[in-house]
């Protein structure tokens, strides 16, 4: 039934739908792209799947058709709910359409068994998104298959040394094997973003190996590529000293010279750093 449904350029015509600026909504209208993410997410067979920000519902069709147990549309534009109960109606009870800011939705309580997320993110706010997955205790998705604008993407999968190693790629490194399956070029979408997009694959790291405390983490990054050319013992001084610490002695501890810049450390003495930084909090509370 599916098959008997408008293109998605003839739907937003049906309903005078436009991209929203101030949502950061660049529609993706090729179903070869959209198959594309799907089989990323997959196989799919008895998983469920959230997607994020479905807009007129192409992700949607390819995520259904790709054999999903259940697909969990989230949607906060009002707009898009009567074209996507068009495809409700053609998915054969296999997709709920939730009209809500995805920033706001406690996935798990909506789905039952195993869950991935696929999407294409808004711009505005993909980032913290992608934070706010990270951080999920307990971890409840089992692969998210995401599209970001191309900067941000390549700032998720970077590595040591590299121009968008930072914290974000910290970050995500320290819960999941990050890697950017394929760039889509601005063209793909209606209207046209400035830019290029990515998707990038994230699969969680065996529970064992995530680093235990992504906040504190989430801190000392800060603090190190808050001047990310400058060496570190210039870049923790404050956070050091804060607590009565020297930047050196910190560093030293963790066997990394201080003289060392933020963006040639690996993720794993990032986590170093983090331990001895919350063992010196432990050992100076009264």
Known sequence: MLDNLPTLAETLKI????????????????????????KLT?????????EVGPGPGGLTRSLVTAGAKHVLAIEMDDRFLV????????????????????????????????????????????????INWLTASPLFWTRAVLMFQKEVAERVVAKPSDSAYGRLAILSQSVCEADLAFVVPSKAFSPPPKVDSAV??????????????????????ASAFQMRRKMLRRSLKGMASAYGWEAEAWLEACEIDPQRRPETLSVLEFHELTRAYIIHLKNRAP
């Open 15 to 38: 309903h005078h739908l436009y991209a929203n600026k101030k949502l950061g909504q660049h529609f993706l209208l090729d179903m070869n792209i959209t198959d594309k993410i799907a």
């Open 42 to 50: 997959g196989p799919l067979e008895g998983v469920n799947v959230a």
């Open 83 to 130: 074209p996507l109960s068009d495809i409700t109606d053609a998915a054969d009870g296999k997709l709920t359409v939730l009209g809500a800011d995805a920033l706001t939705v406690d996935i798990p309580k909506h789905i039952n068994g195993e869950i991935r997320i696929a999407a294409n993110l808004p711009y505005n706010v993909g980032t913290k998104l992608l």
């Open 200 to 221: 990038v694959v994230l699969n969680p790291l065996p529970e064992a190996q995530r680093f235990e405390d992504l906040v504190t983490l989430g801190k000392v990054t």
